[in-house]
């Protein structure tokens, strides 16, 4: 061998010892010629060992019996079987362990009988890693397809990136429909773009990880609205940077509607209570308006008699005809009064000063009262903080109130009936309205079980003027509860919390 020879195959050796990937050269028959370093380490061979010796002992039994075959018929046609294609195949070490390497394999050019090199690279972390991100993909897939909730990427430009199962259930769409195109332009009715489109801007104000929630709805293909509750989280980049948005949405269109009818038929059952109060109170009301327009007789026959004589005294007719029109005013408040008892209308909050609700509903209360020999009194000092609440309402409770104080004492002998309504300001805070009366006191038996609707002791009670009490007072944050009075009689009291925010006040 020349010395350039030489030279150029010892830097062959040192190239191939210093190669990452098993380099093994073999002859026409399938014997080993070369084995580099890398081969002997990953195979547990030393070069010695398979020089020489058939490359199959680096296979599997099942890969050993046909490739003597695939060289045969290589050389037989020349058409290549592996050769110069890279492929993922199984190879043994010498202890008999199998694992997946990548094989390429090569024809050495000029070589006749040819040779044949093969480089091989284990790729058992890799077959481990794609296995175990493949397992990960997998079961976030399947998170999604069983997930009761939608859920909903989309890109920084709104474009859907992804939609699950439930979400096209629910749209009546496909995913593959949707992929791609503007979230909004294809779902959303133009009226809750706007709500849907702040949700990234929103976002972006928040801090990373933070979420929000909206209501807006989307249009299945059916056509049909649907109202979706959306809980949000902005996507973020490794540098924190907004790339999207993940949302999931519950279909609440169903428990809206029974919600809003819950609430309707609970007005619709506070308003038919409240005409059954002006009802059993018609006939106090009656006679609270036969008073201005009796007055209203007197002195119109009085003006009519003063007129008659030769010369009238007009300073007399002019205070007639002054007390008429005061009378008139007086009964077109009563009546403008029960108007607004008994309309029926959506709850309307004001800060209200409670003394002044009070002496408001008097003018029904007390000719009530009056009518049924009972004396009405009110205790209410001034300086009470004012309170943010639906005066006809609360009005309605305390009608409620004052009409059972007035039912309970009917037929109590010996004592005078008598009903004091009262604001306090409690030490442990709010503000307490209270109705007490000197009847009997709730039936003990009874007890809390007054609250309950259709709870009554009475013939023709329908037993829901508590229920519905409570329930209007619960709506203010407030309570309705009951005391008994010493030696006897009943005491409700209302109460309600200051402020919107702070009921401990
Ligand atoms: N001031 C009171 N004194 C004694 N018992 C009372 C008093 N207020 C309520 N009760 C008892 O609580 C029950 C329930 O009252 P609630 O107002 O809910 O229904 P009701 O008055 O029986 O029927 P409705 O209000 O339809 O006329 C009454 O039947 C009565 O037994
Ligand atoms: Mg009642």
């Known amino acids: 061998m020349s010395a350039a020879a030489e030279r150029a195959a010892l830097e062959n050796e040192a190239l191939l010892d210093a ?15 070369t084995f580099n370093r890398s081969a ?12 020489g010796r058939n490359v199959n002992i680096l296979m599997t039994p099942r890969d050993q019996a046909n490739h003597d075959a695939y060289i045969a018929r290589y050389l037989a046609t020349g058409i290549p079987h592996i050769v110069g294609i890279g492929r993922e195949v199984e190879a043994r070490r010498k202890d008999g362990s199998v694992f997946p390497v990548e094989l390429a394999v090569g024809r050495i ?59 096209c259930t629910v749209l009546g769409r496909m995913e593959a429909e949707l992929l791609g195109r503007d979230w909004c332009e294809a779902v959303v009715p133009e009226d809750d773009r706007e709500i849907a489109r702040k949700i ?4 972006a104000e928040l801090p990373p990880g933070a979420s929000c ?3 807006y709805r989307i249009r299945s293909a059916q056509g049909e609205p649907r109202l979706i509750a959306w809980n949000c989280i902005a996507l973020r980049d490794p540098e924190n940077l907004i790339t999207g948005l993940l949302c999931s949405g519950e279909d609440v269109t169903e428990r809206r509607r029974v919600e809003l009818e819950a609430q309707r038929s609970q007005q619709r059952a506070m308003h038919v209570s409240r005409l059954a ?33 030769a010369l009238p005294d007009i300073e007399e007719v002019r205070e007639a005809l002054r007390q008429i029109a005061a009378q008139a005013i007086r009964a077109g408040e009563i009546i403008r009064r029960l108007r607004n008892l008994v309309r029926d209308r959506a709850t309307e909050r004001e800060l209200t000063d409670v003394n002044e609700l009070i002496q408001e509903m008097l003018t029904l209360t007390q000719a009530d009262a009056r009518l049924h020999g009972v004396r009405l009194s ?15 309402q609360i009005q309605q409770v305390l009608l409620n109130l004052v009409r059972n104080a007035i039912e309970a004492m009917e037929g109590t002998a010996g004592v005078r009936p008598e009903i004091v309504i009262r604001t306090t300001l409690p030490a442990d805070g709010g503000l307490e309205i209270s109705v007490s009366d000197n009847g009997p006191g709730v039936n003990p038996e009874i007890g809390e079980r007054m609250f309950d609707p259709f709870c009554t002791t009475k013939e023709s009670g329908t037993g829901l003027g508590l229920a519905i009490s409570r329930t209007i007072v619960q709506a203010h944050r407030g309570r309705l509860g009951y005391r008994a009075v010493h030696p006897h009689g009943a005491c409700f009291y209302v109460r309600l919390p200051f402020g919107s925010e702070d009921s401990n006040r």
Do not use: K, W
Request: aromatic share 4%.
């Open 109 to 167: 050019r000029n070589t006749e009988p040819p040779r044949f090199v093969g480089y091989m690279h284990d790729i058992t972390l890799r077959r481990t890693s794609v296995a175990a991100l493949q397992r990960e993909r997998d079961r976030a897939q399947q998170y999604l397809d069983v997930a009761g909730v939608m859920l909903l990427a989309l890109d920084v430009q709104g474009r859907v990136s992804l939609l699950n199962p439930r979400g």
């Open 277 to 309: 109060t002006m009802g059993e109170m018609a006939a106090g009301i009656a006679h609270e308006l036969n008073q201005p327009l009796a007055a209203i007789t007197n002195f119109a026959q009085a003006s009519h008699r003063l007129l008659g004589v």
């Open 378 to 392: 009110l205790d209410l000092p001034s300086g009470l903080p004012r309170l943010e609440l639906d005066r006809i």
């Open 213 to 215: 929630t909206c209501e």
């Open 40 to 51: 002997e380490r990953l195979f547990g061979y030393r070069a010695e060992e398979v020089l």
């Open 19 to 33: 190669t990452v990937d098993a380099v093994v050269i073999i002859n026409h028959r399938g014997h080993i010629e």
């Open 200 to 203: 990234l801007t929103h976002l």
